[in-house]
């Protein structure tokens, strides 16, 4: 099992940027591929970006493409998401999550075994 503690959230102007961190505990942290998702109030939770277990790919939805960043730190355990440019509509509770699907990138959040518990985010206008 995996164990995964997200932070980084908060209250930012239109425009501003926040570095999300999630940290990783238990099994090889290496060993998984991991993701961020966003849920907003009620709406369904949805895909933000994901990275291979070595950090050489990773995925974005089109509504993030080119103003948010995914990264890993295999020595340090963590995976970030550095969201600049943020906007209204980016406001939602962001979770990161990890699978032990290796073969390819997965935007399906069915397809992920672990989750952290989330961290706020709220962008102004």
């Known amino acids: 099992q995996v164990q995964l503690v997200e932070s980084g959230g908060g209250l930012v102007q239109a425009g501003g940027s926040l570095r999300l961190s999630c940290a990783a505990s238990g099994r090889t942290f290496s060993g998984y591929s991991m993701g961020w998702f966003r849920q907003a109030p009620g709406k369904e939770r949805e895909f933000v970006a994901a990275i291979n277990w070595s950090g050489g790919i990773t995925s974005y939805a089109e509504y993030v493409k080119g103003r948010f960043t995914i990264s890993r730190d295999n020595v340090k355990n963590t995976v970030y998401l550095q969201a600049n440019s943020l906007k209204p509509e980016d406001t939602a509770v962001y979770y990161c999550?990890?699978?032990?699907?290796?073969?390819?990138?997965?935007?399906?959040?069915?397809?992920?075994?672990?989750w952290g518990q989330g961290t706020q985010v709220t962008v102004s206008s």
């Open positions: 999550a990890a699978t032990t699907l290796t073969r390819y990138l997965t935007a399906n959040l069915r397809e992920y075994d672990y």
